[in-house]
């Protein structure tokens, strides 16, 4: 029998880690980013599993592949065209297909001018969005029609939307912007109101928008709702009188000021902006949501604090971030092995369940399946696996030997490009 090796399941309380950093700012447009380096770890010599490819997509040198829904959007350089043209096409993603099926035919292609990277691509209603980054003028966020591909809109700013049909738009800057809100449909402006250097972070309960909050430096405090951008609370903190003042963070309800160099965390109520609660955490460098506590990395450690009063839960070395919370378990990550190792944790104890190995997590959204990647130890391509953090198991799912890397999870859906230059689709239901 051939075992492919998902690492160690611990189970002793008391187990030392070997010693050895912070995800997400909650609700800033660019708050999934996690910057995970490919590796070079190993899987031990396996039999393959079948690669069960859904599609092969046509793509050329620089081209980029987006998944949303049952779609896959690629972009890539127009041929004949001047310099900062791209071709946008739209491909329907089937529930399941043979090896061997023909490559797809676009359901449209358009092309667009469009000075920067394409980095987010998501669905508005009857609208495809795509989020563009900028040099000079802080993003760009294009509307093109879901049917047709036919420009709608395009205006300035990065774009964060919910399912309830909420479109926030939000430019910045050393000098401040503005976040507003915007019809989808048309692009119509509903509301603006202008930021500082800081912007505007997004309070959310279960992926929709709760709340909008402004917090600066210097001056007051304001938190807004987001269907009329009226004022809901507003109070100057004095955020930036306070010694070792870093940033803020919204998690839980609360308005939390980090000051790393004092080691110090401040907890305001967002509703009412009143002082809460204030705990030390030596090190500290960030503050997120972790299940039902707030977890704070910083010095190559997790602690975790009561969100209620500040009083510390506990203390675990080794990690430097949580990635999702299920079941009363956390999935970590700590460095290692030339990328980022993952672990199961105890919710309530910080204790380490399960050691899950070294991966490469696709990215992602936060109501989506965790896939992971990493290369193959013999015959090349890259093993794909599902994240189960209640059973504390990296579950493996596939060997993609065609796969050379560049992958995207949604839902179910994989997307990595081939040795070829293409792009494949593999579906793994649920």
């Known amino acids: 029998m051939t075992l492919i090796d998902l690492g160690e399941l611990r189970d002793e309380p008391g187990r030392e880690a070997p010693p050895p950093r912070p995800p997400r700012a909650v609700g800033r447009p660019l708050r999934v980013a996690l910057a995970l380096a490919f590796l070079v770890a190993t899987v031990a010599a396996a039999a393959p599993l079948p690669a069960r490819v859904a599609v092969v997509v046509p793509a050329r040198l620089g081209s980029e592949a987006f998944l949303h829904d049952d779609r896959l959007y690629v972009v890539e350089p127009a041929e004949g065209e001047p310099e900062g043209t791209v071709e946008v096409r739209a491909y329907a993603l089937p529930e399941r297909a043979p090896a061997d099926a023909d490559p797809p035919h676009p359901l449209w292609r358009t092309r667009l001018v469009a ?41 300035p700013g990065y774009p964060w939307s919910d399912p309830t049909g909420i479109l926030l738009l939000q430019t910045g800057g050393a000098e401040g912007g503005v976040v507003r ?35 600066p430096a210097k001056g007051r405090v304001e938190v807004r709702d987001p269907r009329s951008g009226a004022l809901v609370h507003a109070a100057d903190l004095g955020l930036g009188e306070l010694p070792g003042y870093g940033h803020t963070v919204v998690a839980h309800d609360l308005l939390l000021a980090v000051r790393s160099p004092a080691g110090l965390v401040t907890a305001y109520e967002l509703d009412g902006l009143r002082r809460r609660w ?39 070395g080794r990690w430097f971030g949580v990635l999702s919370a299920q079941g009363g378990r956390l999935l970590a990550l700590a460095p290692g092995g030339g990328g980022e190792r993952f672990g199961v944790l105890d919710a309530a104890t910080g204790r380490e369940i399960a050691d899950l190995g070294t991966w490469q997590l696709m990215p992602w959204h936060a109501d989506g399946r965790l896939l992971v990647v990493r290369p193959a130890a013999a015959g090349g391509g890259l093993v794909v696996a599902e994240m189960d953090v209640g059973a504390g198991r990296a579950r493996v799912l596939d060997v993609l030997r065609d796969a050379s890397g560049d992958c ?10 081939l040795r070829t230059g293409e792009f494949g689709v593999w579906r793994y239901p649920g």
């Open 408 to 417: 995207r999870s949604r839902g179910d859906t994989v997307t990595c490009r």
């Open 115 to 155: 000075a920067g990277r394409f980095w987010h691509v998501q669905a508005g209603p009857g609208t495809v969005l795509l989020a563009i980054t900028g040099d000079q003028d802080g993003g760009q966020t294009v509307a093109l029609d879901a049917g047709t591909g036919r420009e709608r809109w395009r205006q």
């Open 278 to 316: 204030e705990a030390r955490v030596p090190m500290v460098e960030h503050v997120d949501e972790c299940g039902e506590l707030l977890c704070a990395p910083g010095g190559n450690r997790i602690v975790a604090l009561d969100p209620a009063t500040g009083a510390r839960r506990w203390d675990g």
């Open 181 to 215: 809100s915007v019809d989808p449909a048309s692009g119509r402006a509903l509301w603006s109101v202008p930021t500082t250097g800081e912007g505007a972070t997004y309070a959310l309960r279960d992926g929709l928008v709760e709340r909008i909050v402004l917090a």
